[in-house]
């Protein structure tokens, strides 16, 4: 084995417990929340996720309750939302009209910014309704246990983890 040169651009490589360490921190590191918008009845709100070719993309909102309402108390009628998520091209991915709630998944057709729109009904005089909005796309929105059954496994996604670990080895 040759003696490494002081000064030299060989790669370092850091001891087991060390990756095995950064593993379980990645590991147990929390999941993103859902985002809490706020949206005036006859108004709409769009959020835009750049999602790549074949990407696995998933949803879910739901209406939350009135700030003095209790939170077994259901929600009044003017608390509802539409949706629509559409392609970079315009195409429909997902529509529900006048929900307090629901979900979506696609895999993505084309590359480039979707677009999801939500809009409430006009109400006079106007109310606010809040909604969370958990929306994730690639590796994120991977339900592994459910794809592995499915046979759907995205082989890129265990050399996405690799390539995080050789960079944080590099440092």
């Known amino acids: 084995m040759a003696a490494r040169r002081a ?6 490589w850091l001891p087991p417990s060390v990756l095995l360490f950064l ?5 147990a590191s929390p999941a993103a929340r859902a985002l809490r918008f ?20 998933v949803g879910k909102y739901q209406i939350v309750g009135p700030e003095n309402s209790s939170p077994d108390s259901p929600l009044p009628e003017s608390h509802r939302i539409s949706l629509r ?11 529900s009209e006048n929900v307090q709630s629901g979900h979506f998944a696609f895999t993505a ?3 480039g910014d979707y677009l999801a729109c ?8 106007p109310v606010t309704v809040t909604f969370e909005f958990d929306w994730k796309s690639g590796v994120t929105a991977k339900d592994w246990p459910n794809v592995a059954k499915k046979g759907q496994v ?5 050399l996405s983890l690799g390539c995080l670990l050789q960079l944080l080895v590099k440092f």
């Open 7 to 12: 000064g030299s651009s060989a790669p370092r």
């Open 23 to 27: 593993a379980v921190l990645f590991a």
């Open 38 to 57: 706020d949206l005036e009845s006859g108004h709409t709100k769009c959020i835009s996720d750049e999602i790549k070719v074949d990407s696995m993309a």
């Open 85 to 95: 998520v559409t392609s970079p091209y315009g195409n429909s991915m997902h529509y």
């Open 109 to 111: 057709t084309e590359a």
């Open 118 to 125: 939500f809009w409430a009904p006009d109400h006079k005089p």
């Open 154 to 158: 995205d082989v890129s996604a265990p």
